[in-house]
């Protein structure tokens, strides 16, 4: 027990305790601090101080990248551009088309007509017919009805294929009314109003369309609103505005038709009430309407989809009354239909040469001829198509503007110039049409054009069309919709958050645009809101500051605080026998992310500002089979030689990440009922803790991994908790668990990507990234290949019709909430006890568990722009292995998705029976793939060879029927012999395939089948490619991916479905250590059986067993140089010889015990320490395995180790109180220490019911291995005949072509041929001839490849929206310099924190000169460094002390050299600094008022500290508290055992706390008030001097 240190009982902050950080937070980590507790800093000798710093590697996810951020950047900026100009052209060519059509509809519409081609000395006229007139009011009514259609379908598909309310009774018809009156206002601004003011009026009237938003907006404004009197003014003057334009034209031009306008645009405006109305407004009518906008987020869909068809409907009947009043027959609408869109006439007259100034208002006594022309009848649909494509456009990619947050340049703006980029355009297009007529003559039908002003002078123009009342309309129109300059949502947020009804209006798009953006996304919590947060939570911690995107969710319920909305990530990795590459690569994975959190925590802290993707953050390792059976006792263990490398690891890790020397705090040691726990502290302050399975004590293997942390994490941590369950749910909505693999290799952004998904839909459950093999040789070059395009394609294609049936372990985010689901976790605990559950369950536990989450309702997507780097196998068997576990639980996941289809598709709204269509396409390929490979050979050959169909097939199935042959009756070892050396064969054979399939084309002709098919499948390949620029080699290994056909799609199918029966893993085997007796038994079995078998052979039969088969002899030897021995007329060695050996042994035996214990007697201390009794034990374990190996011992005797002989009696141990491992030295020096008492509780628990080890039942095994026999041969057996009888089939037809085939139309070849005896010219026509099932299988999979190069396009554009929405790009947004500092601070805080948290060049060495060039080279300081190297030093060792070390430095000063180089991307001017150094006076000061106020102060988590403190500044040791009933720190959930009441989740007895998540203080600090931490009895302490200074 001298060994076991453990923790003091000290108060906090005065001992050494790892509960600490106040001291322990600054110790160096850079230096050797693990003799004992002493931590002293050793010297450094001068002839010793060279050095060698880690070399930064650039490889996997750190690899440059700096091409591909600009590349990305370069297209932002185009995104920016070209949204821009698509948003802006298309509302200008929707409204231009929508006032082109109002202009034809008046009843006694006159034009001036192009004399170009009927005279040019004559003035000629049209007045269109009345088919015109009805074909543009039925291009109107289709205009209006296409987004209402959208909308319909919309709504239908989600009510019948997703979920529904069904709204009040009251409500439903209060929207009704509303979208009634829009209509109604629609109908009578496009039938009434435009069609009798001129086209540039029309246009400026629909800036008059806000009035009923701007007083509801106006009505709905609160007093807690900021300078509310001056915006409430403001909203006066813009509904005034909007007034004006109701009245101004019917009082000029004293029209009785123009008095529709107040009623049209007051009626149209009613559309967009539920943008502009709040359930906070003081009026309780607008409260009212608030409420059922609330109700409306759950109950749209449903309403939508009878009140789409009814303003159809009501549209419909609207224009037929406007007909009818206006004297017109409605019938007419319908029995001119067909003249309307068909050819029709239209007349045009001649003026008398009198009238050619003035048109005349008869023509009956002007005109002098008249001319019928034909109409341009498709012209009106040209102009409806443009007018639909145009909104449609403009719609679409606004909607990717906001999505991709390039709302204001490319939404707002376009949007806003909508009308005056249309009135300019009108002028100028209606100025040259007066001045010429002739001027469109190419470009419109001369008898349509816009509704022109009759004058056209400028003065005219500023007074009569009202220029300048026009300028007020648009203005107030920008004010009521200012909200779409400030958008607040979230990146790629859903259609339902960006606007509020589902669809748009397209005959006024830019209004419709502007005003149905949503106005109330979710706010940032801004900075001075910050001192509210903390009197909310009652302690100084600004990490739980997170934007909540979801604000409907928020504070429902007042028992939920806002803290529980913080994103909570566990990494939970599984570990078994990686190498220390790998280890390394994903160490530095973890050291990336708890740098990138504690920047993130940091910047929240101190510089006090919001970062929408802070989470928090916490690793666990899943070691299984961690350990072995110790070298000096075969009753002890220790941890097997991967545990010890990854201790090893972890310093070189951290010091590769942070660029300088760093030696972590040796981990803390806790015995765990499972085995143990090794629990480090990160630089950043995040915890790492390794689980060690012992496989004696606990069910090993990876499944079973996982579920231990989701039991532990989930069940434990979060559902143990003592506070309420909708406290809970949010966080467990809020809790991921990310899934890695003990050699992936990653970055923050990657995890950030995949925590934007699950943010943006809370249906999701999983959610995985792109993963790339890393690795060399050919079996990698292949795997490029398969996993570009498994994931361009396949992944891409599951995304988008439906869901990823497969998260892959190695890097996924699984929603917590989602796993503790009925049906997901409780079942993933289900033991394996028949033969398909092993191959389902075990073999491929990723796949199982999403089909679980898919057949609980839940999403799977993939985030192609989640990368994520892991080792793959490189060695052709390792590759077999894996793929035979891969393939028969991928074929048994999927049938058992498909056989569950019909209530999946009930229960799931992203499955639908298309999908699982298409699952079961894919899954018929799969099982004939086989048979279609050996079909493509026997027809290649045939080709390739010029040989026939029969000789072809012969060579062929041989080597098939061979293998399947060698399946079923050799060992794995001599299979995978035979498949590599078929594989090979294979690839020879598939080059010359190559070669005369291309000839075969080239008879063929590029119109055959297979030509189009081929051209099709490498074209779709290569244009993947190119939309992955950034993987775009991977299309190179393409070659060996298609000469690697046969095995892998062939032989590797055969190899898998017929070793079905074997369930191991196949992947990093190693051998297990075992104990002397397994040693002696299996060596007796192994004997005994040889002997068995010699027996019953004829000449053992001879001999009479004379002999031992193990050393046999014979009378006549031959051997050849010692390459082989021939023995002939063997017999055994005589026991005698034998005998003699072991008699030699067992006197040596007792020679050597007797010898230990005189030597013992002579010296006792000799060996007194430990150290010395381990080597001497372990020296005296090996000579006895020697001798075992010559001299058979009985059990009894074998159980007498040397250690035993010693005098000294044999220390007791218990395996949850000092076990062996703990003391081993190669796991350093830490502090040991223990779970509570619940814990242990828990994990007993656990064990007992899920988790205990399953005992190796001979019988139940061989009734297990006979049920995955039967298994196999059932699947063999229908997997061979489903192929069997594909190939008879397709084969015989193949030879009967010539009676039964299809002829093929393309690719015919022509035969001339000339008799010159009969001068005649014969020409035929041969076709191709197609067997109908082979050109059946070419379509099916030709569908297949359709279907996934079209989703993968689809998802490409998604993925690049992803990409573009996380890239920050300053160039069209306002300059640094024009910022204020405070928002450059803002914008750049997490990248100025990194840059203050380096741990390298923490001493002010910030010159990196390693550079090169003559003059570099010969300036290098390398004495300077070397000798500043060597002087002693504190180091710091944690980055939020290196943070504040160099914050606390920060000054405006120029003249001060102690303010260090924050970023090199962002110009640091003294306005910048000084602003910094405003926050950290700030902070300063508001800590120390914080520090004398909150003393005893409630704070968020319900408990409250009540603090004595004595004259002296001092406080007594008995602390004492009271906990309230309101709940804990949510902060336990992260504590490894920390926790509430009765020491659950650790206290001073048992546990440690998770210092990552306390309050942090300099040593230099021990003059100001120290926050420690936060027991079950709080207590606050002050240091030792009573003078506070009031520093940091």
Same mark, same amino acid.
């Given at each position: 027990?001298?060994?076991?240190?453990?923790?003091?009982?000290?108060?906090? @902050?005065?001992?050494?305790?790892?509960?600490?950080?106040?001291?322990?937070?600054?110790?160096?980590?850079?230096?050797?601090?693990?003799?004992?507790?002493?931590?002293?800093?050793?010297?450094?000798?001068?002839?010793?101080?060279?050095?060698?710093?880690?070399?930064?590697?650039?490889?996997?996810?750190?690899?440059?990248?700096?091409?591909?951020?600009?590349?990305?950047?370069?297209?932002?900026?185009?995104?920016?551009?070209?949204?821009?100009?698509?948003?802006?052209?298309?509302?200008?060519?929707?409204?231009?088309?929508?006032?082109?059509?109002?202009?034809?509809?008046?009843?006694?519409?006159?034009?001036?007509?192009?004399?170009?081609?009927?005279?040019?000395?004559?003035? %000629?006229?049209?007045?269109?017919?009345?088919?015109?007139?009805?074909?543009?009011?039925?291009?109107?009514?289709?205009?209006?009805?296409?987004?209402?259609?959208?909308?319909?379908?919309?709504?239908?598909?989600?009510? %019948?294929?997703?979920?529904?309310?069904?709204?009040?009774?009251?409500?439903?018809?209060?929207?009704?009314?509303?979208?009634?009156?829009?209509?109604?206002?629609?109908?009578?601004?496009?039938?009434?109003?435009?069609?009798?003011?001129?086209?540039?009026?029309?246009?400026?009237?629909?800036?008059?369309?806000?009035?009923?938003?701007?007083?509801?907006?106006?009505?709905?404004?609160?007093?807690?609103? @900021?300078?509310?009197?001056?915006?409430?003014? #403001?909203?006066?003057?813009?509904?005034?505005?909007?007034?004006?334009?109701?009245?101004?034209?019917?009082?000029?031009?004293?029209?009785?038709? &123009?008095?529709?306008?107040?009623?049209?645009?007051?009626?149209?405006?009613?559309?967009?009430?539920?943008?502009?109305?709040?359930?906070?407004?003081?009026?309780?009518?607008?409260?009212?309407?608030?409420?059922?906008?609330?109700?409306?987020?759950?109950?749209?869909?449903?309403?939508?989809?009878?009140?789409?068809?009814?303003?159809?409907?009501?549209?419909?009947?609207?224009?037929?009354?406007?007909?009818?009043?206006?004297?017109?027959?409605?019938?007419?609408?319908?029995?001119?239909?067909?003249?309307?869109?068909?050819?029709?006439?239209?007349?045009?007259?001649?003026?008398?040469?009198?009238?050619?100034?003035?048109?005349?208002?008869?023509?009956?006594?002007?005109?002098?001829?008249?001319?019928?022309?034909?109409?341009?009848?498709?012209?009106?649909?040209?102009?409806? &198509?443009?007018?639909?494509?145009?909104?449609?456009?403009?719609?679409?990619?606004?909607?990717?503007?906001?999505?991709?947050?390039?709302?204001?340049?490319?939404?707002?703006?376009?949007?806003?110039?909508?009308?005056?980029?249309?009135?300019?355009?009108?002028?100028?297009?209606?100025?040259?049409?007066?001045?010429?007529?002739?001027?469109?003559?190419?470009?419109?039908?001369?008898?349509?054009?816009?509704?022109?002003?009759?004058?056209? /002078?400028?003065?005219?123009?500023?007074?009569?069309?009202?220029?300048?009342?026009? #300028?007020?309309? !648009?203005?107030?129109?920008?004010?009521?919709?200012?909200?779409?300059?400030?958008?607040?949502?979230?990146?790629?947020?859903?259609?339902?958050? &960006? %606007?509020?009804?589902?669809?748009?209006?397209?005959?006024?798009?830019?209004?419709?645009?502007?005003?149905?953006?949503?106005?109330?996304?979710?706010?940032?919590?801004?900075?001075?809101?910050?001192?509210?947060?903390?009197?909310?939570?009652?302690?100084?911690?600004?990490?739980?500051?997170?934007?909540?995107?979801?604000?409907?969710?928020?504070?429902?319920?007042?028992?939920?605080?806002?803290?529980?909305?913080?994103?909570?990530?566990?990494?939970?990795?599984?570990?078994?026998?990686?190498?220390?590459?790998?280890?390394?690569?994903?160490?530095?994975?973890?050291?990336?992310?708890?740098?990138?959190?504690?920047?993130?925590?940091?910047?929240?802290?101190?510089?006090? #500002?919001?970062?929408?993707?802070?989470?928090?953050?916490?690793?666990?390792?899943?070691?299984?089979?961690?350990?072995?059976?110790?070298?000096?006792?075969?009753?002890?263990?220790? +941890?097997?030689?991967?545990?010890?490398?990854?201790?090893?690891?972890?310093?070189?890790?951290?010091?590769?990440?942070?660029?300088?020397?760093?030696?972590?705090?040796?981990?803390?040691?806790?015995?765990?009922?499972?085995?143990?726990?090794?629990?480090?502290?990160?630089?950043?302050?995040?915890?790492?803790?390794?689980?060690?399975?012992?496989?004696?004590?606990?069910?090993?293997?990876?499944?079973?991994?996982?579920?231990?942390?989701?039991?532990?994490?989930?069940?434990?941590?979060?559902?143990?908790?003592?506070?309420?369950?909708?406290?809970?749910?949010?966080?467990?909505?809020?809790?991921?668990?990310?899934?890695?693999?003990?050699?992936?290799?990653?970055?923050?952004?990657?995890?950030?990507?995949?925590?934007?998904?699950?943010?943006?839909?809370?249906? !999701?459950?999983?959610?995985?990234?792109?993963?790339?093999?890393?690795?060399?040789?050919?079996? +990698?070059?292949?795997?490029?290949?398969?996993?570009?395009?498994?994931?361009?394609?396949?992944?891409?294609?599951?995304?988008?019709?439906?869901?990823?049936?497969?998260?892959?372990?190695?890097?996924?985010?699984?929603?917590?909430?989602?796993?503790?689901?009925?049906?997901?976790?409780?079942?993933?605990?289900?033991?394996?006890?028949?033969?398909?559950?092993?191959?389902?369950?075990?073999?491929?536990?990723?796949?199982?568990?999403?089909?679980?989450?898919?057949?609980?309702?839940?999403?799977?997507?993939?985030?192609?722009?989640?990368?994520?780097?892991?080792?793959?196998?490189?060695?052709?068997?390792?590759?077999?292995?894996?793929?035979?576990?891969? *393939?028969?639980?991928?074929?048994?996941?999927?049938?058992? !998705?498909?056989?569950?289809?019909?209530?999946?598709?009930?229960?799931?709204?992203?499955?639908?029976?298309?999908?699982?269509?298409?699952?079961?396409?894919?899954?018929?390929?799969?099982?004939?793939?086989?048979?279609?490979?050996?079909?493509?050979?026997?027809?290649?050959? *045939?080709?390739?060879?010029?040989?026939?169909?029969?000789?072809?097939?012969?060579?062929?199935?041989?080597?098939?029927?061979?293998?399947?042959?060698?399946?079923?009756?050799?060992?794995?070892?001599?299979?995978?012999?035979?498949?590599?050396?078929?594989?090979?064969?294979?690839?020879?054979?598939?080059?010359?395939?190559?070669?005369?399939?291309?000839?075969?084309?080239?008879?063929?002709?590029?119109?055959?089948?297979?030509?189009? =098919?081929?051209?099709?499948?490498?074209?779709? =390949?290569?244009?993947?490619?190119?939309?992955?620029?950034?993987?775009?080699?991977?299309?190179?290994?393409?070659?060996?991916?298609?000469?690697?056909?046969?095995?892998?799609?062939?032989?590797?199918?055969?190899?898998?479905?017929?070793?079905?029966?074997?369930?191991?893993?196949?992947?990093?085997?190693?051998?297990?250590?075992?104990?002397?007796?397994?040693?002696?038994?299996?060596?007796?079995?192994?004997?005994?059986?040889?002997?068995?078998?010699?027996?019953?052979?004829?000449?053992?039969?001879?001999?009479?067993?004379?002999?031992?088969?193990?050393?046999?002899?014979?009378?006549?030897?031959?051997?050849?140089?010692?390459?082989?021995?021939?023995?002939?007329?063997?017999?055994?060695?005589?026991?005698?010889?034998?005998?003699?050996?072991?008699?030699?042994?067992?006197?040596?035996?007792?020679?050597?015990?007797?010898?230990?214990?005189?030597?013992?007697?002579?010296?006792?201390?000799?060996?007194?320490?430990?150290?010395?009794?381990?080597?001497?034990?372990?020296?005296?374990?090996?000579?006895?395995?020697?001798?075992?190996?010559?001299?058979?011992?009985?059990?009894?005797?074998?159980?007498?180790?040397?250690?035993?002989?010693?005098?000294?009696?044999?220390?007791?141990?218990?395996?949850?109180?000092?076990?062996?491992?703990?003391?081993?030295?190669?796991?350093?020096?830490?502090?040991?220490?223990?779970?509570?008492?619940?814990?242990?509780?828990?994990?007993?628990?656990?064990?007992?019911?899920?988790?205990?080890?399953?005992?190796?039942?001979?019988?139940?095994?061989?009734?297990?291995?006979?049920?995955?026999?039967?298994?196999?041969?059932?699947?063999?057996?229908? =997997?061979?005949?489903?192929?069997?009888?594909?190939?008879?089939?397709?084969?015989?037809?193949?030879?009967?072509?010539?009676?039964?085939? #299809?002829?093929?139309?393309?690719?015919?070849?022509?035969?001339?041929?000339?008799?010159?005896?009969?001068?005649?010219?014969?020409?035929?026509?041969?076709?191709?001839?197609?067997?109908?099932?082979?050109?059946?299988?070419?379509?099916?999979?030709?569908?297949?490849?359709?279907?996934?190069?079209?989703?993968?396009?689809?998802?490409?554009?998604?993925?690049?929206?992803?990409?573009?929405?996380?890239?920050?790009?300053?160039?069209?947004?306002?300059?640094?310099?024009?910022?204020?500092?405070?928002?450059?601070?803002?914008?750049?805080?997490?990248?100025?924190?990194?840059? &203050?948290?380096?741990?390298?060049?923490?001493?002010?060495?910030?010159?990196?000169?390693?550079?090169?060039?003559?003059?570099?080279?010969?300036? /290098?300081?390398?004495?300077?460094?070397?000798?500043?190297?060597?002087?002693?030093?504190?180091?710091?060792?944690?980055?939020?002390?290196?943070?504040?070390?160099? %914050?606390?430095?920060?000054?405006?000063?120029?003249?001060?050299?102690?303010?260090?180089?924050?970023?090199?991307?962002?110009?640091?001017?003294?306005?910048?600094?000084?602003?910094?150094?405003?926050?950290?006076?700030?902070?300063?000061?508001?800590?120390?008022?914080?520090?004398?106020?909150?003393?005893?102060?409630?704070?968020?988590?319900?408990?409250?500290?009540?603090?004595?403190?004595?004259?002296?500044?001092?406080?007594?040791?008995?602390?004492?508290?009271?906990?309230?009933?309101?709940?804990?720190?949510?902060?336990?959930?992260?504590?490894?055992?920390?926790?509430?009441?009765?020491?659950?989740?650790?206290?001073?007895?048992?546990?440690?706390?998770?210092?990552?998540?306390?309050?942090?203080?300099?040593?230099?600090?021990?003059?100001?008030?120290?926050?420690?931490?936060?027991?079950?009895?709080?207590?606050?302490?002050?240091?030792?001097?009573?003078?506070?200074?009031?520093?940091?």
């Amino acid at each position: 027990m001298s060994a076991i240190r453990h923790r003091p009982l000290a108060p906090p @902050g005065t001992g050494d305790s790892d509960d600490n950080f106040t001291d322990d937070e600054s110790t160096p980590l850079t230096q050797d601090i693990y003799g004992g507790s002493q931590r002293t800093i050793q010297e450094t000798k001068g002839w010793d101080v060279f050095r060698d710093p880690p070399i930064k590697v650039e490889t996997g996810s750190t690899a440059n990248q700096e091409c591909l951020e600009i590349t990305v950047k370069i297209l932002k900026i185009f995104a920016y551009i070209l949204t821009f100009i698509i948003v802006l052209t298309g509302g200008v060519v929707a409204k231009g088309c929508v006032l082109f059509m109002t202009s034809q509809l008046r009843k006694d519409k006159k034009i001036e007509y192009c004399n170009k081609d009927l005279g040019r000395d004559k003035t %000629f006229i049209v007045k269109l017919p009345e088919e015109e007139r009805i074909a543009w009011i039925w291009a109107l009514m289709i205009a209006y009805a296409i987004p209402e259609i959208g909308s319909l379908i919309r709504s239908a598909r989600i009510c %019948f294929f997703k979920t529904f309310k069904v709204p009040k009774t009251g409500h439903f018809l209060f929207i009704v009314l509303m979208e009634s009156f829009s209509a109604l206002g629609t109908a009578l601004l496009m039938f009434v109003v435009l069609p009798q003011i001129d086209a540039i009026q029309g246009a400026m009237l629909t800036n008059c369309l806000c009035v009923i938003p701007g007083i509801l907006g106006l009505l709905s404004r609160t007093s807690k609103e @900021g300078k509310r009197a001056v915006k409430v003014i #403001i909203d006066m003057a813009a509904v005034a505005a909007q007034v004006t334009g109701f009245v101004i034209w019917p009082l000029l031009e004293n029209r009785r038709e &123009l008095w529709v306008i107040p009623v049209a645009c007051l009626m149209m405006s009613c559309g967009w009430w539920e943008n502009y109305v709040s359930p906070q407004s003081p009026f309780r009518l607008i409260r009212a309407m608030g409420h059922i906008k609330e109700e409306l987020k759950y109950t749209r869909y449903f309403c939508h989809m009878f009140i789409s068809i009814w303003k159809i409907f009501l549209f419909f009947c609207l224009v037929l009354l406007i007909y009818w009043v206006q004297g017109e027959e409605p019938g007419n609408i319908f029995s001119m239909y067909s003249d309307a869109f068909g050819p029709h006439k239209i007349s045009v007259d001649e003026l008398a040469t009198s009238l050619t100034n003035v048109l005349p208002d008869t023509l009956d006594a002007a005109n002098i001829d008249t001319i019928d022309i034909d109409a341009s009848h498709n012209m009106v649909i040209y102009v409806l &198509l443009l007018q639909i494509f145009g909104a449609y456009m403009c719609y679409i990619f606004g909607k990717f503007a906001c999505k991709i947050l390039i709302q204001g340049f490319s939404y707002a703006f376009p949007v806003s110039l909508t009308v005056p980029i249309t009135v300019s355009l009108l002028i100028a297009a209606c100025g040259l049409r007066i001045d010429d007529p002739c001027f469109f003559h190419d470009t419109l039908p001369d008898y349509l054009f816009f509704a022109s002003p009759s004058n056209f /002078r400028f003065n005219d123009f500023v007074t009569q069309q009202m220029a300048w009342a026009w #300028i007020l309309w !648009l203005l107030s129109q920008t004010w009521i919709s200012l909200h779409i300059w400030t958008p607040k949502c979230e990146r790629l947020a859903t259609t339902e958050k &960006l %606007f509020v009804k589902p669809m748009y209006s397209s005959l006024v798009i830019d209004q419709s645009m502007a005003m149905n953006r949503r106005r109330d996304d979710q706010a940032d919590v801004k900075t001075e809101d910050l001192s509210e947060i903390e009197k909310e939570k009652g302690d100084e911690y600004y990490e739980t500051i997170s934007v909540h995107t979801d604000g409907s969710a928020m504070h429902t319920k007042p028992t939920i605080k806002s803290s529980d909305h913080i994103t909570r990530i566990y990494a939970c990795a599984t570990m078994w026998h990686e190498t220390k590459d790998e280890m390394m690569e994903f160490l530095k994975s973890i050291m990336r992310m708890d740098e990138d959190q504690c920047a993130r925590r940091v910047a929240q802290k101190y510089l006090r #500002i919001v970062d929408p993707d802070y989470y928090e953050f916490e690793t666990h390792i899943f070691f299984d089979d961690a350990f072995e059976i110790s070298d000096h006792n075969d009753d002890d263990i220790q +941890v097997n030689r991967f545990v010890k490398l990854l201790v090893a690891t972890m310093d070189e890790a951290a010091s590769e990440i942070h660029q300088t020397t760093i030696r972590l705090r040796p981990p803390k040691k806790y015995p765990a009922p499972y085995g143990g726990r090794l629990v480090w502290t990160l630089p950043g302050k995040t915890k790492f803790i390794t689980h060690l399975k012992d496989k004696d004590r606990i069910r090993h293997r990876k499944r079973w991994s996982q579920v231990m942390y989701m039991y532990y994490l989930l069940g434990h941590r979060l559902m143990e908790l003592p506070i309420s369950v909708d406290r809970k749910d949010v966080i467990a909505e809020n809790t991921y668990l990310l899934t890695l693999d003990g050699d992936i290799d990653f970055k923050p952004a990657a995890v950030t990507l995949l925590v934007d998904l699950m943010k943006k839909n809370k249906n !999701l459950g999983a959610a995985c990234g792109r993963i790339h093999p890393v690795g060399s040789g050919p079996m +990698v070059w292949y795997q490029l290949f398969e996993y570009a395009i498994g994931h361009w394609l396949q992944k891409a294609t599951e995304h988008m019709i439906g869901c990823v049936l497969c998260s892959p372990g190695c890097f996924s985010l699984f929603r917590g909430k989602g796993l503790m689901d009925d049906n997901v976790m409780k079942k993933y605990t289900t033991r394996s006890d028949e033969a398909r559950h092993y191959v389902q369950y075990d073999q491929g536990e990723d796949r199982w568990l999403c089909t679980l989450l898919l057949q609980r309702g839940y999403r799977v997507e993939y985030s192609a722009a989640s990368d994520a780097y892991t080792h793959c196998p490189e060695g052709f068997n390792e590759f077999y292995n894996q793929r035979r576990r891969w *393939v028969p639980s991928t074929i048994a996941n999927i049938m058992d !998705l498909l056989g569950d289809a019909k209530r999946t598709i009930k229960i799931n709204d992203n499955i639908s029976l298309l999908y699982i269509f298409y699952q079961m396409m894919l899954m018929g390929g799969t099982i004939l793939g086989p048979g279609t490979i050996f079909l493509m050979l026997v027809g290649a050959f *045939v080709a390739a060879f010029r040989i026939d169909n029969w000789t072809s097939f012969h060579y062929n199935i041989v080597p098939i029927l061979g293998f399947m042959f060698v399946c079923f009756t050799c060992k794995s070892n001599i299979q995978l012999f035979v498949a590599q050396v078929l594989s090979t064969a294979y690839a020879l054979i598939m080059m010359a395939v190559i070669v005369g399939t291309a000839l075969q084309l080239g008879e063929d002709g590029i119109g055959s089948p297979s030509a189009i =098919f081929l051209i099709a499948m490498t074209g779709s =390949f290569f244009i993947a490619a190119c939309l992955h620029p950034q993987e775009f080699w991977c299309i190179t290994c393409g070659l060996i991916y298609l000469l690697s056909i046969p095995s892998m799609y062939l032989l590797l199918i055969l190899y898998s479905i017929i070793n079905l029966n074997v369930v191991t893993w196949g992947t990093r085997e190693v051998v297990a250590k075992k104990t002397k007796k397994e040693m002696e038994a299996e060596k007796k079995a192994a004997e005994e059986a040889a002997k068995r078998v010699k027996q019953k052979s004829m000449l053992g039969f001879l001999q009479g067993g004379i002999g031992n088969n193990a050393d046999e002899e014979g009378s006549v030897e031959i051997s050849l140089a010692g390459l082989f021995r021939c023995i002939l007329c063997t017999h055994g060695k005589t026991s005698d010889e034998k005998a003699q050996l072991t008699a030699i042994a067992e006197s040596l035996d007792t020679i050597k015990s007797r010898l230990e214990t005189l030597e013992h007697a002579i010296d006792p201390h000799g060996q007194h320490t430990r150290h010395g009794r381990r080597r001497t034990t372990s020296s005296g374990s090996k000579d006895h395995h020697l001798l075992s190996s010559v001299a058979e011992k009985s059990g009894d005797e074998s159980e007498e180790s040397d250690s035993d002989t010693s005098a000294e009696p044999k220390q007791e141990r218990d395996f949850l109180t000092n076990p062996y491992w703990i003391e081993d030295a190669d796991l350093r020096k830490g502090e040991v220490d223990f779970l509570s008492s619940a814990e242990l509780q828990f994990w007993k628990d656990l064990i007992d019911k899920y988790l205990y080890p399953i005992d190796n039942d001979p019988v139940e095994q061989e009734r297990i291995a006979a049920d995955l026999i039967e298994l196999r041969n059932k699947s063999v057996f229908a =997997f061979f005949m489903a192929n069997a009888l594909f190939v008879l089939i397709v084969f015989l037809l193949q030879l009967n072509k010539d009676k039964l085939h #299809i002829v093929w139309p393309l690719g015919v070849k022509t035969n001339i041929t000339y008799i010159e005896e009969t001068a005649e010219v014969h020409i035929s026509k041969e076709y191709l001839q197609l067997e109908p099932i082979g050109l059946v299988f070419v379509f099916f999979f030709a569908l297949i490849l359709i279907i996934q190069f079209v989703a993968m396009m689809f998802h490409r554009f998604g993925t690049i929206s992803h990409i573009l929405a996380s890239t920050e790009l300053n160039l069209c947004k306002k300059k640094s310099e024009d910022l204020s500092q405070d928002a450059l601070i803002d914008k750049h805080a997490v990248e100025i924190v990194k840059n &203050l948290q380096r741990l390298q060049g923490i001493d002010g060495d910030y010159d990196n000169d390693s550079g090169s060039g003559p003059d570099r080279i010969a300036r /290098r300081r390398t004495i300077q460094n070397l000798e500043k190297a060597r002087q002693p030093r504190r180091q710091i060792g944690t980055l939020d002390v290196a943070f504040k070390k160099r %914050f606390l430095k920060l000054t405006a000063d120029e003249n001060n050299p102690a303010t260090p180089i924050l970023t090199r991307r962002m110009t640091m001017r003294a306005e910048t600094i000084r602003a910094l150094e405003v926050r950290k006076n700030s902070v300063m000061a508001e800590r120390r008022k914080s520090a004398m106020q909150t003393l005893g102060a409630k704070n968020e988590y319900g408990i409250t500290t009540t603090t004595v403190i004595n004259n002296n500044g001092g406080i007594p040791n008995q602390r004492s508290g009271r906990t309230s009933t309101a709940g804990i720190s949510i902060k336990d959930v992260f504590n490894v055992n920390g926790g509430h009441g009765e020491q659950i989740y650790g206290s001073n007895g048992g546990g440690t706390i998770n210092q990552g998540y306390e309050h942090v203080l300099d040593d230099d600090d021990g003059n100001s008030l120290r926050l420690t931490t936060r027991n079950t009895n709080p207590q606050v302490s002050w240091g030792n001097n009573t003078t506070n200074t009031g520093r940091l």
